[in-house]
């Protein structure tokens, strides 16, 4: 079975902090997501990236950056967190040639005090 | 991307067969359908996906029609451990972008 792994489930941090994710896969997926969920907007895609090192935008990337250093390890920092930013936040692997399929980790309830 | 309309909610008893609908009128010719249902605290799981007319796994049934502008995803007598939030998306196969709605609450009572 395909496995995500995200680094914690619940997080709380202070306003101005800089908070990282860190999210695992371990098939060998050359495409990762990150995914922020609130009530009422569904899932909202922040970042994504289909190689090591490279990334590229998604629907709502403003206040984040992320890292893909790896290819099994894809890293989404908040360099100042704000409070609009409490959500819940998901990652997701996915293979290229596959069609649409993702795998989506446990996700991380993120709240910013 | 393709814009999906799905109900908001909807409500069944145990040991009933659920049909969610979902409307994609603007799917295009290389787009496939994807379902997926998501619990509570928990990230979002792939259910079944398809191209056209119908697919059929361990956990559910696809309906596409020919014209492909809606999909019905059906799950046969359901139980209490199916409610859950259910997500149609339609997309092209690169499996970059995915856009995924609102969902449908699917309560299941007893």
């Known amino acids: 079975d395909v496995k995500v792994t995200q680094s914690s489930r619940y997080l709380v941090k202070r306003t101005g902090e800089k908070v990282f994710l860190e999210c695992v896969q371990d098939m060998d997926h050359e495409n990762m997501f990150w995914y922020r969920q609130d009530p009422g907007l569904g899932l909202r895609l922040i970042y994504f990236s289909y190689d090591v090192k490279m990334k590229e935008k998604g629907d709502i990337p403003e206040g984040y950056s992320v890292s893909r250093e790896k290819k099994e390890r894809f890293s989404l920092i908040l360099e100042s967190a704000s409070t609009n930013q409490t959500s819940m936040y998901l990652c997701?692997?996915?293979?290229?040639?596959?069609?649409?399929?993702?795998?989506f980790g446990p996700g991380t309830r993120l709240t910013v005090l | 991307l393709a814009k999906t309309t799905q109900p908001i909610s909807m409500d069944s008893y145990e040991g009933q067969e659920v049909n969610i609908t979902c409307s994609h009128n603007n799917i295009a010719t290389n787009d496939y359908i994807t379902w997926y249902q998501q619990f509570p605290s928990q990230g979002p799981r792939f259910i079944i996906q398809g191209y056209k007319t119908k697919v059929t796994n361990e956990v559910a049934s696809l309906f596409i029609p020919a014209d492909r502008k809606s999909s019905t995803l059906s799950l046969p007598r359901v139980s209490l451990s199916d409610t859950a939030v259910y997500y149609c998306l339609v997309g092209e196969g690169s499996a970059r972008q995915l856009t995924f709605g609102s969902g449908t609450q699917l309560t299941v009572l007893p």
């Open positions: 997701a692997s996915s293979s290229p040639g596959t069609t649409d399929t993702q795998y």
